[in-house]
């Protein structure tokens, strides 16, 4: 057995807490490192009485090349505390973190989200949502102990085929929570660009705008990941958007980052409207009058004078 304390292993992996979870190279993120801090918030949880009668844990992830061994060894992670890791495949985080939610269930996403494909992370998620900063801090304070046997001489899982079948149960309620929540048929007529690449919401997203009526162009598929930071939006993706509007007189082109917890959305003429002013849009068009943001946010929140009170809190 090897005995490790989560705030020792954050200064030796290179492996650190960021927003809701770990991030780091994947050079560093052994399966044995994964093991370790996936351990810790389970090990958290059972302090906290949180983990469900069912004992299930949700497991989702992106498209990177590294996710589906982090997810193994997640899965690794909840099989030596005695509980059943459930397979919900690829699909966005707020789709896993949405169904934890409905099911009173943790969960946990492997996600880099926007950042290269040689980085990735392990997002945590309580049944009330993401952790905040007190639960990472008694996760980092966590003492585990976990069994070296598992691991190779090179710190990676001999068994590498822990997760089951995709259960496609998550992505569903996703779904379906648009298109009950939408008046049916909204989009009728509206010609919708989808800018696929990498992200983890291609399919769901596409589902979701056919079934309210929208006539859906898919765009720019690729097969392995593309970083597509919505806030810092590469030179080609604008000219990119721009040709494709221009070539298919869409009402609008939209797409989001890798995990899919960020927005993107053109105008017709293929301007990008970055999440930020994407999210000063629809807080006036739903006629906020207070509005709660980073305070890394646009400046044009508070400039553009629409609500009565902005308030501008700490990352995460």
């Not at 070296?148 to 001999?158: G, V």
């Not at 097969?223 to 721009?242: C, G, H």
């Amino acid at each position: 057995m090897i005995n490790i304390n989560i705030n020792e292993l954050m200064s030796t992996s290179g492996v650190q807490f960021g927003t809701s979870g770990v991030r780091g190279l994947v050079s560093d993120m052994s399966d044995q490192v994964c093991f370790a801090y996936v351990t810790a918030f389970l090990q958290y949880l059972n302090e906290k009485n949180l983990i469900p009668e069912s004992k299930q844990i949700g497991i989702a992830g992106d498209l990177r090349r590294s996710t589906p061994g982090i997810m193994n060894a997640t899965a690794a992670a909840c099989i030596e505390m005695e509980l059943s890791p459930v397979n919900y495949g690829y699909i966005p985080s707020p789709a896993i973190a949405l169904y934890g939610l409905h099911c009173h269930m943790p969960t946990i996403m492997v996600t880099g989200s926007h950042i290269p494909d040689d980085r990735n992370g392990i997002k945590f998620n309580t049944p009330f949502g993401e952790i905040l900063k007190l639960d990472e801090e008694a996760i980092r304070g966590q003492q585990i102990s976990i069994d070296d046997a598992l691991f190779d001489e090179r710190k990676q899982l001999k068994q590498t085929d822990l997760l089951k079948d995709i259960n496609s149960d998550a992505e569903k309620h996703y779904i379906q929570r648009y298109i009950n929540f939408l008046p049916r048929h909204c989009l009728l007529g509206k010609r919708i660009g989808l800018y696929e690449h990498s992200s983890v919401a291609r399919g769901c997203l596409k589902i979701i705008l056919e079934q309210l009526g929208a006539t859906v162009t898919s765009l720019g598929r690729s097969e392995s990941f593309i970083s597509v930071d919505t806030e810092a939006i590469r030179p080609e993706d604008t000219s990119l958007a721009k040709q494709w509007a221009q070539k298919y007189d869409f009402d609008c082109i939209i797409s989001t980052d890798g995990d899919a917890d960020r927005p993107l959305i053109s105008d017709e003429n293929g301007n990008w409207l970055r999440g930020d002013v994407a999210g000063i849009l629809c807080a006036n068009y739903l006629q906020a009058d207070i509005v709660i943001t980073p305070i890394s946010s646009n400046t044009a929140v508070e400039k553009s004078r629409l609500f009565k009170q902005v308030f501008l809190k700490k990352i995460g």
